[in-house]
């Protein structure tokens, strides 16, 4: 597709149940990364990936989230026993290289319930 | 922590005015600067980008100022126009993070017509 396509777009889920969210990024593009925006706030950093290797996994809140993504393509966000406060618009974004421009997928609105 | 700091949180002005939005940051190993237009229900765009190299870049009526002794690089929107109405974010990232982006928290921005 012509860019950063996510799935689902929203997504209502009982607390305590697992989710997954999917990103597929744009083609030939190496570099994927996942952010969290709260209702009304900035956007809070996850994890990236370069290729399948995510250098850095600090951002990811809490051991209940988790990412992988297969070879330089889609990636899949994990969030396990679903909290209230889970309830964010979950971001993808990916990027041809380093250092170039990093473009936005249009987010999977989740709300637990 | 918050790594890039943003202001003003909100921000009115009329059709034809400048708006400008400040943002600081303290890691001196950043080393890009983009700004990011985001309206509702979207994912944010990038909507222009600067290196520490230069003190400032202009794309038609969107100028940033960098200033690298101060840590401080600011967005100015000449003639804002009532489309301009979204939430802009300044970000910094640098190459030892993938570029993975740091985020202000974000300007909400009202053109009044």
């Known amino acids: 597709g012509a860019g950063v396509s996510q799935s689902p777009s929203n997504k209502v889920t009982e607390k305590g149940k697992d989710v997954e969210l999917r990103c597929d990024p744009i083609?030939?593009?190496?570099?994927l990364y996942w952010y969290r925006q709260r209702l009304g706030q900035g956007l809070e950093f996850l994890i990236y990936?370069?290729?399948?290797?995510?250098?850095?996994k600090s951002g990811l809140p809490s051991d209940r989230f988790s990412a992988e993504r297969t070879g330089e393509s889609v990636s899949t966000l994990t969030i396990q026993r679903t909290q209230q406060e889970d309830s964010a618009v979950y971001l993808c974004a990916s990027s041809p290289t380093y250092g170039n421009t990093i473009y936005f997928g249009e987010g999977s609105w989740l709300t637990v319930v | 922590q918050q790594q890039v700091k943003q202001s003003p949180q909100s921000l009115i002005v009329q059709k034809g005015g400048i708006s400008i939005i400040n943002c600081a940051y303290e890691n001196t190993a950043f080393d890009y600067f983009p700004w990011y237009q985001q309206f509702p229900g979207k994912g944010p765009a990038l909507l222009i980008a600067?290196?520490?190299?230069?003190s400032e870049k202009k794309e038609g009526r969107f100028t940033i100022s960098f200033n690298k002794s101060a840590k401080q690089f600011s967005l100015h929107i000449m003639d804002s126009q009532p489309g301009d109405s979204a939430t802009y974010f300044c970000a910094a990232s640098m190459q030892s993070s993938g570029y993975a982006l740091n985020f202000g928290k974000g300007t909400s921005l009202l053109v009044t017509p």
């Open positions: 600067i290196r520490p190299d230069v």
């Open positions: 990936f370069q290729g399948n290797s995510a250098p850095d």
């Open positions: 083609s030939g593009h190496t570099a």
